[in-house]
Structure formats: structure tokens, C-alpha cells
């Protein structure tokens, strides 16, 4: 079955911990991006990635690590650092092609929240 | 100014009614246009893409208009499964999308 997941669904931490969102794509999808939505707001990029063992930092990548070692997945760390980390994160992927902007399909999401 | 801004709303509309949104955008570089639906406490979901030309997929119509710089997406006989929140999408530089903040509908009997 194709598709975008993520884990996990549903994500408590303590202050001063740092936690890791999985997403994994089976879609054979190029790139790969991590957004956060807060309510309200529109979605804001953290960080994206368009090949294995490259990625770019996004508009709010401060407090976020990520890392593309297989190009089926891409994992965020948010870390300590990140002083308001509670929010809607998303991953999505596409199917990336020089010269051109291709539409971006996203997983289930994770709701990390901050005790 | 935001790079993409829609009306948040809500568009509160009787079922069968047709209902149109607009969205501008700033980046007279964009060069793709989408509009995605996201239900409440759930991830977008592509809707449609928009073409320079236009395109209609059912009960769904996308406009661009380049010159004036926004989109639009009209729906027909509206449905109560229609009630989402609609968001507006354009490209920015390098592989970025610029989302707007949304537009709610809720379609009521």
C-alpha cells in the first residue's frame, strides 16, 4: 500500500527533551519536507530535502534538526532548543523534477505536545 | 504583506449553493498554483492544481489570473462533506510551496 506515514501520531514531551518524528514514503518521491502548523496559521516549511544526504533549512529551521541518510525517509529531531515546540508537524514529499514545481502529497501528521 | 492571503472566513453556505474563493499572491515568479483541502485536525489533501488555462474537476473550478496575480476555486451544488477548510498554494523560490492560512467553509442544511 503507497503511501506517506508518520509516528507517531500523537507525541507528549517534557521540557528540555529532545524528541524525533519519523516519516517514511514508499511513493519513490524525490524530496521531502517537514512543515509545522500552529492553529491559525498557515503552514511554515522547517526544513526540505530534494536528495539522499542533502537537505536545506526552511523558513523556521532554528531549534530543528533532520537528516536524509535513505530516500525513504526523513526524520526530524526538535530539539530543546526550540522554545515553543507544541504544534501540528507535517511531512509531505514529491516527486521532484528540475525546472519544475510538482505537487506535494503529505502523511497522516504528528501532534507533539509540550508538558 | 503575506506572500499568499485568502479570506479565513467562515463561509457559512446552504447545501446546492455555489460558493467562490479568491486568493492573491505576491511572488509574480510563482510559477504553479494549487488548492488543497484540510479537514479539521487532519493533513491537506491535494484538490486540484490550477492552470493558466483553468481547469474544472466535477463540481470544482480553478482560475488563474496572472495579471492581477490571484486564483480562484469555485464550487457548485455545494455538498455538506464539502465543509473543509481550503487552503491556497503558490511556488516561491527554489522547491518551496507558500501556503495561505485558509479558508473556511461549512455548508449547512
Known amino acids: 500500500d503507497g503511501g506517506i506515514t508518520q509516528s507517531p501520531k500523537y507525541l507528549f514531551r517534557k521540557e528540555g527533551q529532545n524528541v524525533t518524528l519519523s516519516c517514511e514514503q514508499n511513493?519513490?518521491?524525490?524530496?521531502m519536507y517537514w512543515y509545522r502548523q500552529d492553529p491559525g496559521q498557515g503552514l511554515r516549511l522547517i526544513y526540505y530535502?530534494?536528495?539522499?544526504?542533502?537537505?536545506q533549512k526552511g523558513d523556521i529551521a532554528e531549534g530543528y534538526s533532520v537528516s536524509r541518510e535513505k530516500k525513504e525517509s526523513f526524520p526530524l529531531t526538535v530539539t530543546s532548543a526550540q522554545k515553543n515546540p507544541t504544534a501540528f508537524y507535517l511531512c509531505?514529499?514529491?516527486?521532484?523534477?528540475?525546472?519544475?514545481?510538482?505537487?506535494?502529497?503529505f502523511g497522516p501528521g504528528t501532534r507533539l505536545t509540550v508538558l | 504583506r503575506k506572500e499568499v492571503e485568502q479570506d479565513p472566513g467562515p463561509f457559512n453556505v446552504p447545501e446546492g449553493a455555489t460558493v467562490a474563493f479568491n486568493c492573491t499572491y505576491s511572488?509574480?515568479?510563482?510559477?504553479?498554483f494549487f488548492w488543497y483541502r484540510q479537514d479539521c485536525r487532519k493533513e491537506p489533501k491535494l484538490l486540484m492544481s490550477?492552470?493558466?488555462s483553468g481547469n474544472e474537476d466535477g463540481r470544482f473550478t480553478a482560475q488563474l489570473n496572472r495579471a492581477s496575480q490571484y486564483i480562484s476555486l469555485l464550487i457548485r451544488d455545494s455538498k455538506l462533506s464539502d465543509s473543509a477548510t481550503y487552503l491556497c498554494?503558490?511556488?516561491?523560490?527554489?522547491?518551496?510551496?507558500?501556503f495561505g492560512t485558509g479558508t473556511r467553509l461549512q455548508v449547512t442544511l
Open positions: 509531505a514529499t514529491s516527486s521532484w523534477a528540475v525546472h519544475s514545481y510538482n505537487e506535494q502529497f
Open positions: 490550477v492552470y493558466s
Open positions: 530535502s530534494q536528495i539522499v544526504n542533502d537537505f
Open positions: 498554494v503558490a511556488t516561491g523560490t527554489a522547491s518551496k510551496l507558500t
Open positions: 511572488n509574480s515568479a510563482s510559477q504553479s
Open positions: 511513493l519513490n518521491h524525490d524530496a
